[in-house]
Every structure is written in structure tokens, then in C-alpha cells.
């Protein structure tokens, strides 16, 4: 059986990982507007409890395959961009040190959350623009001289 402090530290925990989420607002729904007390539902509607915490679950764990989804994305795209670049992607220890470098990203890319790795993509465009541009002008001026 479990003890009551384990039941409430599941929801607990599956709250925290749903962003956003209120726990009265979420209470006050499954309870049928009945009541914000997580303790009060318990109490009164185990089974109403424990439907609560296995749709909470199933949220969580739709958002963490999203997650992991727009992770695997975002880490190729940087991938391509640093091929782009001249990095050797094939040799993780190449791709380590350029990242880590401070003007760049400052730290490895397993290490980034989602809004970091944005970021860096955007960086590593700008960068690639800017190289671009800086052959376009060799070229022309070797073409003028």
C-alpha cells in the first residue's frame, strides 16, 4: 500500500515537470469543481486521485518525446551548419573544442537546453553569412585587380 506522503509527491512531481500547470486549477477539474485540495480529492475520490495522476503522466510523458524530438532536430541542424563551417562532425572531440569556445558557445552541445541551441544556430548562420560575404569580396576583388 502506498503511504499518503508517496501519492502526493508523485503528483508533485509530475506537476513540476508540466510547466504552467496550477495545482488547484488541476484539483478543482478532476475533482469535478468540487474541491482545490489535493489532500480533500484524495480522501473523497481515490479513484478519480489515481485517474488524475495517470493523465498528468500520459501529459508528461507526450511533452518529453516532444522534447526529445525538437532536441534531435535542433542538435542536427547544428551538425549541418558546423559542416558547413569546416568542423569534423565525424569526430565529436572537433565539434567539443569549437563549441566550447566561449564566442561561439561556451559550452559541448549534449550540454545545451532547446533555447540554447537556437540560439547557436542562429549564431552559426550569422557567422556563415558573414563568411559569405568575405569570399564574395575576395573574389571581387581579385576580379578588379
Do not use: P
Not at 503511504?3 to 500547470?21: E, I
Not at 534531435?72 to 568542423?87: D, E
Amino acid at each position: 500500500m502506498k503511504t499518503t506522503k508517496g501519492v502526493y509527491a508523485r503528483f508533485f512531481v509530475l506537476l513540476h515537470k508540466m510547466k504552467g500547470a496550477e495545482k488547484e486549477e488541476i484539483v478543482w477539474q478532476y475533482s469535478g469543481m468540487r474541491t482545490g485540495s489535493l489532500h480533500e480529492f484524495h480522501e473523497m475520490d481515490a479513484a478519480g486521485y489515481d485517474k488524475m495522476i495517470e493523465d498528468m503522466q500520459k501529459t508528461v510523458n507526450s511533452f518529453e518525446k516532444d522534447l526529445e524530438r525538437e532536441t534531435k532536430m535542433l542538435r542536427s541542424s547544428i551538425l549541418f551548419k558546423l559542416q558547413k563551417y569546416g568542423v569534423d562532425t565525424t569526430n565529436w572531440t572537433n565539434v567539443n573544442r569549437f563549441l566550447e569556445q566561449n564566442r561561439i558557445a561556451g559550452k559541448r552541445l549534449y550540454e545545451m537546453n532547446c533555447e540554447e541551441m537556437r540560439a547557436l544556430i542562429t549564431k552559426l548562420g550569422s557567422i556563415l553569412d558573414k563568411e559569405k560575404k568575405r569570399e564574395a569580396e575576395e573574389i571581387r576583388q581579385a576580379i578588379m585587380n
